[in-house]
């Protein structure tokens, strides 16, 4: 009976093993999904053994003489029942988290946004004059790369595009709307000194979607002249 239950014993941990590894790989390997859920369970087993045994180690200085008599009458220490409950909890989570870190890793690798990162630096450069206003501008792109990047990935590749005309045109719509959001005007009409270099950098993004050849010159006119507008009637 001994040499069954090892059997059994070792069996069960083999394919705790084995599910473990297959889980982690599907992350990073898109894996067939079937697959996948029939091995999950086996995977989730093993991360909960290893993470409790590591949070059982973490967890030395607790002394073995803090525990409680659970509802079976058998002495509990405090260490054991904290390394289990931890290692349940992070033993679940930490595949969603991997596969979420692993995406934004692969994203952030991609052609599309890797220009897109090369084309800000550039586009810093060249607002150094207006570095201030710039700066909220760039920190509002990087954060939809960050929460948006499939999406943004996605409606570059499908334009056929350069990626530089989805960064001026984001560069666009977002200083026009800081310039005439009402929040940067000394009073009606008139914008203060962080306002002028957010309608500067308006202008400059629409003159290099011209350069682009993605709007035409009379089309920028309109639109600098619309942006004169708005300002104009707020405040």
């Known amino acids: 009976m001994q040499i069954i239950a090892y059997l059994l014993i070792s069996a069960l941990a083999l394919w705790c093993l084995i599910s473990t590894i297959i889980t982690l790989r ?22 909960i053994f290893v993470f409790s045994g590591t949070f059982w180690l973490l967890l030395f200085f607790i002394p073995n ?18 390394s289990i409950t931890l290692g349940v909890i992070s033993g679940i989570l930490f595949p969603f988290i991997l596969e979420k870190w692993w995406e934004k890793k692969r994203l952030m690798s991609s052609p599309e946004i890797k220009t897109v990162f090369h084309v800000l630096d550039e586009a810093k450069r060249k607002f150094e004059e207006q570095s201030q206003a710039f700066s909220i501008v760039q920190e509002a792109i990087l954060s939809e790369i ?34 005439a959001n009402g929040q940067h005007h000394i009073y009606r009409g008139v914008l203060d000194f962080t306002g002028e270099r957010y309608r500067d950098i308006f202008c400059t993004a629409i003159d290099e979607l011209v350069k682009l050849e993605e709007i035409n010159k009379e089309l920028a006119k309109e639109q600098k002249l619309n942006i004169r507008k708005n300002i104009a009637s707020v405040g």
């Open 26 to 47: 599907s992350v990073f390997v898109k894996q067939n999904k079937e697959l996948h859920q029939s091995f999950f369970l086996g995977g989730l087993l093993g991360l």
């Open 65 to 82: 003489s803090w525990g409680y008599i659970n509802k079976y009458g058998d002495y509990e220490t405090i260490r054991h029942s904290l």
């Open 146 to 179: 960050s929460s948006q990047g499939n999406e943004i990935t996605k409606t570059i590749r499908n334009s056929g595009k350069h990626p530089q005309i989805w960064v001026y045109s984001m560069i666009c719509n977002l200083s026009g709307n800081y310039a």
